[in-house]
């Protein structure tokens, strides 16, 4: 199976483990990001416009050539290509259109045959500093909140399916390794994006779970340095409520 992301750094982070995740449980998958960092549907429809060769072409979260959207569309027979709203923008319906509808034409005319689907993504930490965060009054229930709804909204008029990853997120700041405001760890390195080892470690179980229905129990792969008991929390959780 053929995924190519056209996102950011928060789809920079869900596919970075993705491709050895698939592999350790035994149903691979073919996976590429177009990044530029902080790039929102606006951006990316600009882009389209403009044929700007401003991508990152990116193998687990390494670029390997500068690329524009129409090029990337046409490098493979893609399965499935993923969209998304930059993070801050998310939860602010009235900033998707006309742009995700721009995006999602130019991905049907260059890949007749893929499907599409929205990458949900995650409210920033407790206490993050970004500057995006006072709209949604600096509070995580509220971004999520918000997220969700927009989310829900703008991929249900296009028909698009939703892969989970703010959901996810969001109920492991609910267990115990991961309970921030109680001392556990953030699963954000910087207050927004996922952290280096469990963070991005669960977005790519969403992935994986979306793409191939498969149990997240079933993954072997486990990022350097991680603990296995707090590995089993993420996996266990995402099988039961993705």
């Known amino acids: 199976m053929k995924i190519l992301a056209i996102g950011n750094s928060f789809s920079q982070d869900a596919t970075r483990y993705l491709q050895a995740v698939s592999e350790s449980a035994g149903h691979p998958l073919f996976v590429r990001n177009l990044y530029i ?15 700007a060769k401003d991508y990152d072409y990116e193998i687990d979260a390494k670029g390997v050539r500068k690329v524009s959207i129409n090029e990337g569309l046409a490098f493979e027979d893609w ?10 923008l998310s939860g602010q319906p009235e900033t998707y259109e006309p742009y995700l509808t721009k995006v999602l034409d130019t991905i049907r005319a260059a890949c007749p045959n893929a499907k599409i689907a929205f990458h949900r993504t995650w409210a920033y930490e407790i206490g993050s500093g970004h500057g995006d965060f006072g709209r949604y009054n600096k509070s995580q229930l509220e971004m999520f909140g918000s997220i969700v709804a927009a989310s829900t909204e703008q ?8 892969i989970r990853s703010g959901d996810l997120v969001q109920v492991l700041r609910n267990t115990k390794p991961f309970d921030f ?6 699963l954000c390195r910087d207050g927004f994006h996922m952290s280096l080892d469990y963070g991005r470690y669960a977005t790519a179980l969403a992935w994986y779970k979306f793409f191939t229905g498969d149990k997240a129990v079933n993954v072997t792969y486990a990022p350097e340095n991680t603990d296995p008991e ?4 993420i996996k266990e959780t995402a099988d039961l409520i993705l």
Do not use: F, Y
């Open 37 to 51: 960092g902080g790039c929102s549907l606006e951006r990316h429809a600009n882009n389209i416009v403009s044929d």
């Open 79 to 88: 399965d499935w290509v993923t969209v998304q709203q930059v993070s801050g």
């Open 155 to 162: 991929a249900g008029k296009h028909g698009l399916p939703i």
């Open 181 to 186: 405001k109680n001392g556990g760890m953030s």
């Open 230 to 233: 707090v590995l089993q929390v």
